[in-house]
């Protein structure tokens, strides 16, 4: 039976209370923990998360049940328990399809379909896995999900919400880590302190910009520190959701009410992430690295004869002019003009080099001799541009408006490099204070880098505490990040995790549905040197992974929300994948990886819903048929088909997103202009390629949508619309001409290129064709 996306929402009572019931084993600790003692928490009866990981024993399931790893033997036995019978594996096209969205986050062609179909070998779908492994694209599905968790965008944020026109460097990165398998071990700490790392590469760095990812602020009268300051805490929170999985924000302003944190205790993890400054590195693309470094020694020679004949007044104005901007810094409130040039250097200096907010006012606190070649560059630039306040006769004299004009166009001279914004140790090392109350402006007492005393111990060396904090997470005597993280994995799989609360493991959250497969997991991830494509293929070779998804009568009053996973579960595709499989079915996905974001077609009034200043133009094809993670994200208007998928909000830490099913989803598919263009190649396309006749046409667009051909009576219902649409337009060739607006390179009368490309809207808007079974 066709069924359409256009159905009643439900939200199931029974089923809440069902989740609580059955995912503890014993009542989570309800109460709250006052007057900062946590000793109850922390050593007397630890919470179940704060145990250290230990291997369970497999059990034996009875009755002869397929066991192809421990996934399956921890849930057959919880399932010969509970007396239920698991759900036979699905079909082998259900199979193809549901492992490719899931790896790779595509749907199969058809050619790889019939080829799984013809296979006759054992390990036919192990083979398939592997191939979807090392699929490029398996990255870009990946990354998707981990921009969820560091909230990327391509904006700043807040009410101007600049833009961050290298923000991509990051992604790119991202996507080439997961490709390559990098081990969590070293993906987490590159991305935490990877400029801390002896002999730090550029990519190292690069890996940095996940900590770029908070929102910053570059309006007129922006506090700089205020700012900073959010930036920090919103790295804690993020340090605390993604591998600890605690509500560590709670005790930002007062210790956390029901879980083992202190409000010191959430200020020694802010120590050690306090001293880490933004900053924009020169790092070329591939093709811009040898004419940029082979051009530096010319350009920097043509760049002092420019300054050779003022360099002399030009350094003592700049000096003067700097002595003026850090006497403001330290006298706030003499000198209104002065307050709003050191303001100002940090706002204007952060958009004129791309997103480093306060990279201009690190480098006046440095002495002259401690600054780089570049540093000294830029700050010249800078100043003859926007200094004139400190002499404007001398200015005049000397004429250094066309001074900076020349320094310009000698910059657009010669090849430059696309820069990456990164993280280094700060300059100036600043001490970390507790804020009372959580205000930045009023100081407790000092507090040294530190973690929750409900965790196990860590030795921090004189260095910065960024890396050891990093390599802690990442250890073996942690009992938190590999529990995190292989819950979020299952999550991806199953569509709910282990824990419900992938962002609590703390006493608010849910208690493990199955905690004995939990840890079990987490030890064979940490044993398996932190390899996520060996976890991801265990847990998609497992025959709990494999099982049918029909919903079964029997389960609908014991277990609705499917915890005993006695079947698969099926999946409405995130909000990115519900565009890439559209575009890839009709034969019009880019496939490029990395680089820039790309704007696809939506109405300009979208972007002008926010500040609105930036408009939008989509990109030409084909980067306007790129995935959907390149989708250029604006923080105060996201992409608007993303958001009615339910796409999270680029301003803050997701980690498990929703799904919605509402009627605006379905009048998208119908009627947006993206997906009536997807409507009109699909047709092209099957116009093209199918036998010449009604019935395989039918056929080959309901397979290429579905991976699978249409039963008798979706063929009879889909060829009875087919007809009636046909028989319309042939009598309406003014209808005709007025809907089409496709090139169609198939010799058919119009008639059937606008029937066609109705019967592919219907196909594009089946609930089947937006789900993963």
């Not at 909230?151 to 026109?165: E, F, K, S, V």
């Not at 395989?696 to 087919?722: N, V, W």
């Amino acid at each position: 039976m066709v069924f359409f996306t256009f159905m009643n929402a439900r939200c199931s009572i029974l089923g809440l209370l069902l989740i609580t019931v059955a995912s503890a084993g014993e009542k989570a600790d309800d109460g709250a923990v006052s007057d900062g003692d946590f000793s109850r928490s922390s050593q007397a009866n630890p919470h179940w998360s704060f145990q250290p990981v230990q291997r369970p024993e497999l059990p034996i399931p009875v009755d002869g049940e397929v066991v192809r790893n421990g996934i399956d033997a921890f849930l057959l036995d919880q399932l010969q328990r509970a007396k239920v019978v698991p759900s036979p594996k699905a079909s082998p096209t259900t199979l193809i399809r549901r492992v490719t969205l899931d790896l790779i986050g595509l749907p199969p062609t058809l050619e790889k379909v019939d080829h799984f179909l013809r296979d006759e070998h054992p390990d036919r779908y192990e083979r398939l896995v592997d191939r979807l492994l090392a699929s490029p694209h398996y990255g870009e599905r990946w990354a998707n999900a981990w921009l969820d968790l560091c909230h990327y965008a391509d904006t700043d944020g807040y009410l101007t919400d600049q833009a961050r026109p290298v923000a991509w460097r990051y992604r790119s990165w991202l996507i080439d880590a997961l490709n390559r398998n990098l081990s969590f071990d070293k993906f987490t700490v590159q991305q935490l302190a990877g400029d801390l790392l002896p002999g730090a590469t550029d990519q190292q760095r690069i890996a940095t910009g996940f900590l770029r990812q908070t929102l910053s602020n570059r309006e007129g009268g922006a506090e700089p520190e205020e700012f900073r300051v959010k930036q920090v805490v919103d790295r804690v929170e993020m340090v605390g959701t993604i591998w600890l999985g605690l509500t560590v924000g709670c005790a930002q302003c007062h210790d956390h009410k029901y879980d083992p944190l202190a409000q010191h205790e959430f200020f020694g993890l802010y120590a050690c992430l306090n001293n880490a400054d933004e900053i924009n590195i020169d790092v070329p693309l591939p093709d811009e690295a040898e004419a940029f470094f082979a051009s530096r020694g010319h350009y920097q020679a043509k760049r002092q004869e420019l300054l050779e004949p003022v360099r002399e007044e030009l350094i003592d104005l700049l000096k003067r002019w700097e002595t003026k901007c850090l006497h403001a810094r330290d006298n706030p409130g003499e000198d209104h003009v002065w307050d709003r040039r050191w303001e100002v250097l940090g706002l204007i200096w952060g958009g004129k080099l791309g997103e480093g907010q306060l990279e201009g006012q690190e480098i006046l606190k440095l002495a002259w001799p401690r600054r780089s070649a570049r540093q000294l560059n830029d700050l010249i630039d800078y100043f003859v541009e926007h200094g004139s306040i400190i002499d404007p006769e001398a200015f005049k004299r000397l004429e250094l408006s066309n001074l900076a004009e020349q320094l310009q166009a000698l910059k657009e001279e010669f090849p430059q490099a696309t820069r990456a914004p990164v993280m280094q140790a700060a300059l100036t090392p600043r001490p970390t204070y507790l804020h009372r109350r959580g205000d930045f402006r009023d100081r407790g007492e000092p507090v040294e880098p530190a973690l929750p005393g409900c965790l196990p111990p860590w030795h921090p060396s004189q260095e910065d505490p960024r890396l050891p904090l990093a390599r802690w997470l990442v250890s073996h005597d942690n009992p938190l990040t590999a529990r995190v993280t292989v819950n979020r994995m299952w999550q991806e799989f199953f569509g709910r995790g282990l824990v419900v609360t992938t962002e609590d493991f703390g006493t608010r959250g849910q208690r493990p549905a199955h905690p004995q497969l939990l840890d079990w997991l987490a030890h064979e991830f940490m044993e398996s040197g932190w390899d996520m494509k060996t976890m991801h293929r265990l847990i998609v070779c497992s025959a709990t992974y494999r099982r049918s998804s029909t919903p079964r009568h029997d389960l609908v009053a014991s277990d609705p929300e499917n915890i005993l996973l006695a079947r698969q579960t099926a999946l409405r595709l995130p909000a990115e994948s519900v565009r890439d499989a559209g575009l890839t079915v009709s034969g019009l996905l880019h496939r490029r990886i990395g680089g820039p974001s790309v704007r696809p077609s939506q109405p300009e009034s979208v972007v002008l819903e926010g500040y609105g200043k930036e408009g939008w133009t989509p990109s030409p094809a084909p980067d306007c048929y790129r995935r959907g993670i390149y989708t250029y994200k604006i923080r105060t208007t996201p992409f608007a088909q993303s958001v009615t998928f339910d796409a999270p909000n680029p301003n803050a830490i997701c980690t498990r997103r929703g799904r919605s099913n509402t009627p605006l989803q379905a009048l998208t598919l119908l009627n947006d202009p993206v997906f009536f263009e997807m409507a009109q190649a699909l047709a092209d396309r099957i116009l093209q390629e199918a036998s010449p006749n009604d019935a395989d046409r039918i056929t080959y667009g309901f397979r290429l949508c579905m991976a699978r051909p249409p039963t008798p009576q979706e063929h009879s219902r889909l060829t009875k619309y087919y007809q009636s649409q046909f028989q319309h337009f042939s009598q309406d060739n003014a209808s005709v001409e007025n809907l089409l607006d496709w090139e169609f390179t198939a010799d058919v009368t119009g008639a059937e290129q606008v029937a066609t490309t109705h019967l592919c809207s219907v196909l594009l808007n089946l609930h089947e064709c937006i789900t993963r079974d």
